[in-house]
């Protein structure tokens, strides 16, 4: 268990460190991916899940870097034991992510007046805030996550389709055409540490000029993708994937 939780930890911090980095070369002012726009957001994510998955698994975990994978693959499983230990490894290791993309761009805190561009380099939050329908882009974004990991891994792809050693980047082209095609809403946590440890380090690092975390949405991209991820997991367990 002990390699496995290193694992999560370091999968997620490499997946954050990424992908909010992406981010932040897009937001902050004077990088020099400034404005470079949502495809580059997008891609930057999806080469995080790959790198992230492919560090997870050389470390000893299978790679789940995410709480909602994790409670999916137990209600589709029935063995719930991995979920905590799982979770707070996801957790901790996406807050640490989270504070390494802050000491990578630390001189352009200070250079980028917008509160709001700061926060988004951390955590999620939607173009349009109504809460019963970003919760609902929430749930449906992280069930085709979970959804189309378990069928990528199912023993019928297994065998009639890619070697096992390709699933690391097809979980990132999924969550590619998940950002591309789902993210607009939400900014698609599609992952609760993904957004509770970056927004945990966001509200505790001395981030220059950076205004609140907004608590008052972060329920959201928690509550959302767990309930995404059960009903995916009872999916693939009804159809015995």
């Known amino acids: 268990m002990d390699k496995e939780l290193f694992g999560e930890f370091m999968g997620t911090l490499v997946l954050i460190l990424m992908g ?3 981010v932040a070369g897009v937001l ?7 404005d470079a726009g949502w495809i580059v957001i997008a891609t930057g994510w999806a080469l995080g899940v790959m ?10 975990s ?5 709480p909602a994978v994790t409670l999916g693959a137990a209600v589709a499983s029935g063995d719930f034991g991995k979920v905590g230990p799982y979770a ?3 957790i901790l290791g996406a807050m640490a992510g989270a504070a390494l993309v802050w000491l990578h761009y630390f001189p352009h805190w200070r250079e980028t007046p917008e509160a709001d561009r700061k926060l ?4 999620t939050s939607p173009a349009i805030r109504h809460p019963a329908a970003n919760l609902l882009s929430e749930i449906i974004g992280t069930f085709v996550l979970v959804l189309v990991a378990g069928a990528i891994l199912s023993k019928a792809v297994a065998a009639n389709g890619p070697a096992p050693g390709l699933t690391p980047y097809l979980v990132g082209s999924l969550v590619w055409g998940i950002g591309l095609s789902l993210g607009g809403t939400t900014g698609y946590a599609i992952n609760p540490a993904r957004d509770l440890g970056p927004r945990i380090a966001h509200a505790v690092l001395p981030i220059a ?13 928690i509550v959302g993708p767990l309930l995404g ?3 995916a997991g009872a999916l693939i367990r009804l159809a015995h994937f």
Request: hydrophobic share 40%; net charge positive; proline share 6%.
């Open 28 to 34: 902050l002012r004077k990088s020099k991916a400034q």
């Open 209 to 221: 000029k950076k205004g609140g975390s907004d608590w008052s949405y972060a329920p959201i991209p």
């Open 62 to 66: 299978p790679g789940h870097l995410n």
């Open 20 to 22: 909010n980095g992406a």
């Open 51 to 60: 790198c992230g998955v492919f560090t997870a698994i050389a470390c000893g």
């Open 88 to 90: 707070a490894a996801q």
């Open 120 to 123: 988004a380099c951390f955590s």
């Open 229 to 231: 991820g059960v009903l």
